[in-house]
Structure formats: C-alpha cells, structure tokens
C-alpha cells in the first residue's frame, strides 16, 4: 500500500514546492507597497529564488538515490520553513533576496521524485509517471491565483506564514507514508559525475530542458507584465491568462510522457522543436493579441510535451546514475528560468520590445531540432553496430575491392580467424579449393543480376578444418544507387549436412 501511495504524495509534495518557490513573485504588487525595489531590480527579485533552485537539484538528485525520496523531502519541508518566515518578516530589498535565494529549495525538490518514481514502475511506465509527477508544477499556478486573494484580505505577511502550515504538514505526511524501503543506490557522487559528464547525450538532454522548463518559467514570469504593458489588459485578465498558460504546459507533461511510452521520444522531440521555432518567430513579430495567444498556447503546449518527453529519456540513457543526471539536467532547467526574464528585460529596455529576445528563442529551437535529428541517426547506428556484433551468425563486410574492412564475433568463433588477422585480407583467406572458378562467377553473375546470392559453401578455418556454411551476401548501395560494400552472413551447417546425407 506504501508504494502505491508514493506517485501521489510525492506530486503534492512538488506541487506544494513549487507553490513556496513562487512566493515573492506572485506577490510582489503587495511587497513593493511596504518594500521599496527599484523597478532595475524588480527581474533580479524575481529570478533569484531560482538560482539554488537550479543549482540544489543535483545533490537533492543524489541524496533521493542514497537516502530515500522520504527523507529529503522531510528536510528539505523543515529547511524552507526558515526563509519563509524571514521573508514573512521582510523590510529590506536585502531581505527579500537572502529569503528568495533560500526559498530555491521548494525548486530543487524536483529532482527528487523523478529520481525516485521510476524505482516503483516498469520502464515502459517511466514517460508517464515521471509526466505525472512534473504535473506538480502546477503548484506555481496555485500560488499565482491563490495568494493574491488572500493577501487582499488578511496582507502579505500573514499570507506567507500560511505556507509554514503547508510545509509543516506535509514533513508530517512524508514522516507517516514515506516509503521507508526505498530502494538504496549508494554510489559516490563524484563517481557519479565521472561516470556522465562525458557522455554528449547528458549535455544535449540538458540544452533541451534548459528551452522546456526554463520556457516555462520564463513565460510564467513574463506574460502577466508583457500582456498589460503590451496589450493595455487588465491585471486580472493578465492573471488568468498567464495562469491558462500555467496550466496548459502543466497538462501537456504527463500527456507527452504517456506518448513517449509508447512511440519514439525522440520523433517526438522533432514536433516539440518545430512548433517551439514557429512560435516564437510568430512572437517575435509583435503579432495581434489573438495571434499572439496562439503563439504563447503554442510554446506552452511544446514546453509541457517536451518536459515530459525528456524525463522519459533520461532513465533509458542513465540507469545506474539517475539520480545524477536527473539532477544536472533538471538543474539546467532551472537556470533556463533564470536567465530569459533577465534578458527579456534587458532586450526590451534596450529597443523597447521582445522581438530579439523571440528570434534568439526560435534559433535556439532550430539549433535543438537539429540535435534531435543527430540523435536519432546516432541511435539508428548504434542499433545496426548492436545488430551486427551480438548476431549468431558471422558476418563480414568488405570494400568493392574485396578487402575485408570489418568482421563480427561470431565470425571469429566460427573462422578461427581473429578481426586483427582478418583486416585487409580477401574472402579468400578461408577458401577451401574445393569450389571451381566458374562457382565464383556465377557467383558474383547472379549478385550483379538479382543484387544477392545464397548457397552452401565450403570453406577452410584457420586450424585447416575444412566445414559447409550457408553464405548469403548482399551488395550495400548508396543513395544513387552505386555499390559502396558487401555484406556476406554465414552459419555452420556441416553436422546438419552430415545427417542429411546420413
């Protein structure tokens, strides 16, 4: 019963997370009446708590692996109490970002549950469940809708110090339905990184996060001053709008995990990074208020499938470091949160709009849908590599000039030949005599005609044993048609021949 409990649990624990890592932001109008920020800083207010958020998601990642999901919520709840409370209590534009740069650690909890969720669930299942989890996001919708409302009646000091309630709760919950028995993986963090950071996948997974999640963030902090000042709409307007945008990207992340569970993540990464390019040069061009609706469902759409989509990447490329990963990706996410809103800022108080800040988004997108691509190519071969060298069957392929330019170990298992003694040589390195030359050319008559052969053969091993094989070999072509190698399969069939003629 424990364990079916942990995918919901440890959603509201994201959920409440994400609802305190947003606290200064959504009531930002109500602090700058008892707090005086110059407009300059306000981004830098607002960006701050995400900078632990980002950076404290690699060690949160690790420790979920070492201690348990259980125990780094329960402290991380008990730990955030502290900068709530002192930002309830805040007077100075200092105050507000020590407590914001504290209040990173309701941001940081994400790494935990895609750390530990996929422990509790079938690979097949990992799309959707870490999709399910990541919906708890949606946490920063709560607190943009909710915490002005109470503010409005009982102020923003008391409206902070409702959240210690929260989290003092759930540390409860998580002491009493935690998944104690968590499966441990205690591995040093430094063997950890050693073991990822040279693997390219983990930098291009984490470029990709960065446009995803850091879209997300970036839109829920920009959208409701860029509609009013842009727009003339109301506050309230602008609210629910960006809040629809909110929750629009939050139900696309479990919807895109789901998919990618059952067709090709990376397929799928190839529509997320073409609707993201249109978008945002769509945006980019300061469009009507309709059209600029459809180009910001649009980005929340694609920020909500590909958040999902990368999560179920992750566990399939890093199994034994999950939690490693998952931390620095997830980290690269976050600080894709940080930096858009400065740069959105700094590009409209240089040429007074976001055009450029748009363009540079869509370039970054067309750059992303290229590596998608490589990626799949990559895998493409690495499947065909996986193919050739776990067959049962020997294969050898050569040039068009018959020089052996690569063999299987199945080869070398029925040859005797080693890959190093069989580089360079010809087919003939194993021929037994017994077939005449004319054998041969009808041989290579019947691949030019029909573009394949197959029959018995014998053949010689290296040890001088002479043995039947059936030979099928295949001429590989380019893509105008001219033969650039052959592929030549083979297996044993010399017992099987013996009882045939027996």
């Known amino acids: 019963m424990t364990r079916k409990l942990q995918l919901p649990l440890q959603t509201m624990n994201l959920v409440v997370g994400f609802m305190v890592w947003v606290i200064i932001s959504s009531l930002l109008p109500f602090i700058q009446e008892d707090v005086a920020i110059a407009p300059e800083r306000v981004a830098l207010v607002t960006a701050v708590p995400v900078i632990l958020g980002s950076i404290l998601r690699i060690p949160l990642g690790y420790f979920a692996n070492v201690y348990g999901a259980r125990i780094v919520f329960i402290i991380s709840f008990i730990l955030l109490m502290f900068p709530v409370f002192y930002i309830s209590e805040a007077s100075t534009f200092a105050d507000l970002l020590i407590g914001g740069l504290f209040l990173g650690v309701g941001g940081a909890i994400f790494s935990v549950g895609v750390t530990s969720l996929p422990k509790y669930y079938p690979k097949e299942k990992h799309g959707l469940v870490n999709g399910v989890y990541g919906a708890g996001n949606i946490g920063t919708a709560v607190t943009t809708f909710a915490a002005p409302v109470i503010a409005t009646s009982i102020g923003w000091q008391a409206t902070i110090k409702v959240y210690l309630v929260l989290l003092l709760t759930f540390a409860v919950l998580n002491i009493f339905i935690g998944d104690r028995n968590e499966k441990k993986v205690k591995q040093p963090i430094m063997q950890q990184i050693r073991a990822v950071y040279k693997n390219e996948k983990l930098w291009i997974f984490s470029l990709f996060y960065f446009i995803t999640f850091g879209s997300f963030v970036a839109f829920t902090v920009y959208l409701p001053n860029s509609l009013v000042t842009n727009f003339g709409l109301e506050e309230v307007d602008a609210g629910l709008r960006t809040a629809g945008f909110i929750v629009v990207a939050t139900l696309m992340r479990p919807a895109g995990g789901a998919v990618a569970d059952k067709f090709s993540p990376l397929k799928m990464l190839v529509g997320v990074f073409v609707v993201y390019t249109a978008a945002a040069i769509l945006l980019a061009f300061s469009p009507s208020l309709a059209l600029y609706t459809v180009g910001a469902i649009a980005i929340a759409v694609s920020a909500g499938v590909g958040n999902g989509v990368i999560f179920k990447l992750v566990p399939t490329y890093f199994h034994s470091q999950a939690g490693i990963a998952n931390g620095i990706i997830s980290m690269m996410g976050g600080l894709g949160g ?118 018995e053969i014998w053949n010689r091993r290296k040890s001088g044993e002479l043995y039947v094989e059936w030979l099928t070999i295949n001429p590989v072509t380019d893509e105008t048609g001219n033969v650039i190698k052959y592929v030549a399969t083979f297996s044993d069939i010399t017992e099987e021949k013996k009882e045939g003629e027996a």
């Open 338 to 455: 940080f930096f858009p809103p400065l740069i959105l800022t700094a590009v409209f108080a240089i040429t007074g709009h976001y055009a450029i800040g748009f363009m540079l988004l869509s370039q970054v997108s067309l750059a992303s849908l290229i590596l998608v691509m490589w990626l799949m190519y990559q895998d493409s071969l690495n499947n065909q590599i996986s193919i050739f060298h776990s067959s049962g069957q020997g294969m050898m392929v050569t040039d068009t000039k018959g020089k052996i330019v690569e063999v299987n170990p199945s080869f070398e298992k029925l040859t005797g030949y080693s890959r190093e003694e069989a580089l360079g040589n010809t087919p003939a390195l194993l021929k037994s005599g017994k077939q005449p030359k004319k054998f041969y050319d009808r041989m290579w008559e019947s691949i030019r005609r029909t573009g394949h052969w197959q029959g």
